[in-house]
């Protein structure tokens, strides 16, 4: 029996990976698709048939919005049968935004949607945009029993692929620039591309793929700090079109006891606001019966967002606004795992 050929669309969005410097101004500036192709000739080289699209124009990822997870979101839908896996090039400063809404967007996925990208254009001499590419497009094409490997939204970087929705951009400077903290790295490439099947979510049962494109974008993130001031509190607070907002608190999702801080903060949540208590650490979870610093915000009526990253916790109270739940429905929620986000 011949085995078909996988297909692959690429996604290119922008970023650095398909960047070149503006003769002019000497800043980074996105290309396009083809100027990459051309820096990657071992794309011919693959078993399976590749085709690419291009986002006009392209963008550097600090000027992604939510509308660009929508039209991101449809355009998977579209070639969403024709296709075994996607790839997505996108910038590294909001990558894990990116992966983590598009990861609530797209329910019953059963193929590989790969977020990639570099930390040097890919025309540069040290690259790691090719390898990043490369690999990417290998892990999105990867069957076992003729399944995709990874059907899920994940982001794959210098050698390690991991859930979208745990990731977190951590450095700057390293090619090694995303850590999953809270859960460990679905797939290692080595010499041999090392996939933990044990870890990777698997549909129990094939469901046809639903887009979710509506998003409320009426949240905000508060991180808190020591000389946090009631003015500040009330700047927030008082924002009337805000539904929904992560707060950023210490360790195990500790804030200050002040009745300055704390009262608003209540008072904001009997009037409907939905506050949701995510750590600043980078590894660990929310526990807010540790301390009495955490237990007076678990009283005022916060949400505990147990080990979510605050990029999971924002794009997924976008998402849940947005289905016109109730209050009530989206508390639930919020608890849950929707897509392996939380340890629950
Ligand atoms: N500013 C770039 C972007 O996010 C950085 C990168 O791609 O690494 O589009």
């Known amino acids: 029996m011949t085995r078909k050929k996988k297909s692959i669309l690429i996604i290119y969005t922008g970023g650095t990976i398909g960047m070149a410097h503006d003769p002019f101004t000497g800043t980074l500036a996105p290309v396009n698709f083809n100027q990459i192709a051309r820096q990657v000739p071992e794309l011919q080289q693959f078993g399976c048939s590749l085709s690419a699209l291009s986002f006009d124009p392209v963008i550097d990822s600090s000027n992604i919005d939510p509308s660009f997870w929508i039209r991101l979101a449809n355009l998977i839908e579209k070639h969403y049968e024709k296709y075994d896996g996607f790839v997505v090039l996108h910038g590294t400063d909001t990558m894990a935004y990116s992966a983590s809404a598009l990861s609530f967007m797209l329910e019953n996925l059963h193929k590989p949607v790969i977020f990639t990208g570099s930390q040097l254009p890919i025309g540069t001499l040290r690259t790691d945009g090719k390898e990043n590419l490369i690999t990417a497009v290998e892990i999105a094409a990867a069957s076992h029993e003729n399944e995709p490997m990874v059907p899920e939204v994940c982001i794959y970087f210098e050698n390690t692929?991991?859930?979208g929705n745990r990731t977190r951009k951590h450095n700057a400077e390293h090619f090694n620039a995303f850590r999953s903290?809270?859960?460990?790295?679905?797939?290692?490439?080595?010499?041999?591309?090392?996939?933990?099947?044990?870890?990777?979510?698997?549909?129990?049962?094939?469901q046809p793929l639903r887009v979710y494109t509506q998003l409320d974008t009426r949240v905000g993130i508060l991180k808190i700090f020591p000389g946090m001031s009631r003015e500040w509190m009330h700047a927030v607070l008082s924002r009337s079109h805000l539904r929904a907002l992560v707060m950023e608190t210490y360790g195990t999702g500790n804030a200050p006891m002040d009745e300055w801080f704390v009262e608003p903060l209540?008072?904001?949540?009997?009037?409907?606001?939905i506050v949701l208590n995510?750590?600043?650490?980078?590894?660990?979870?929310?526990?807010?019966?540790?301390?009495?610093?955490?237990?007076?915000?678990?009283?005022?009526?916060?949400?505990?967002?147990?080990?979510?990253?605050?990029?999971?916790a924002l794009t997924k109270l976008m998402f849940l606004l947005g289905q016109k739940l109730t209050n009530e429905e989206i508390k639930i929620y919020l608890n849950k795992s929707l897509r392996g986000e939380i340890t629950d």
């Not at 209540?266 to 606001?273: D, S, T, Y």
């Not at 237990?295 to 967002?305: D, Q």
């Open 161 to 163: 692929l991991l859930r």
């Open 181 to 206: 903290y809270n859960y460990p790295p679905l797939a290692e490439a080595g010499v041999h591309i090392r996939y933990h099947y044990g870890l990777i979510r698997y549909p129990i049962r094939h």
């Open 266 to 273: 209540k008072q904001a949540i009997e009037r409907g606001m």
């Open 278 to 312: 995510v750590t600043q650490c980078p590894a660990g979870s929310v526990e807010m019966d540790r301390y009495e610093t955490g237990r007076k915000l678990k009283e005022a009526g916060v949400i505990g967002g147990k080990d979510s990253t605050p990029e999971a």
